[in-house]
């Protein structure tokens, strides 16, 4: 069992950044891919970015050029800087652990940490 807890997530305006982070309870370094996730009340949870156990990176469209993705395996860390942030990008904010894929590429999820909050004003 693996227990993720994110933090750094809070209230920001509009232009500026926040670098979200998510500790796990047990070395994950190269068993675990990582990801990050979104939602907003009454939507679907969308997957914002993934990094691999040795470093790649893939990213929404949404969020390329904007949010940054990074490991650090000694640390069993996973943090997301978010710059330029829009009011667009206020939801909840998740981290993810996951070892395979689906069979439409999409990471098939083993543990979820509990979210932190995520609030752009314009």
């Known amino acids: 069992q693996v227990q993720l807890v994110e933090s750094g997530g809070g209230l920001v305006q509009a232009g500026g950044s926040l670098r979200l982070s998510c500790a796990a309870s047990r070395i994950i370094g190269r068993i675990y891919a990582m990801g990050w996730y979104r939602q907003v009340p009454g939507e679907q949870r969308d997957l914002l970015a993934t990094?691999?156990?040795?470093?790649?990176?893939n990213y929404a469209d949404s969020v390329k050029g904007r949010f940054t993705i990074s490991r650090d395996n000694a640390k069993s860390t996973v943090s997301l800087q978010m710059n330029n942030l829009k009011p667009e990008d206020t939801a909840v904010y998740y981290c993810?652990?996951?070892?395979?894929?689906?069979?439409?590429?999409?990471?098939?999820?083993?543990?979820w940490g509990q979210g932190t909050q995520v609030t752009v004003s314009s």
């Open positions: 990094i691999s156990t040795t470093g790649t990176t």
């Open positions: 993810a652990a996951y070892r395979s894929l689906t069979i439409t590429n999409m990471p098939r999820i083993d543990y």
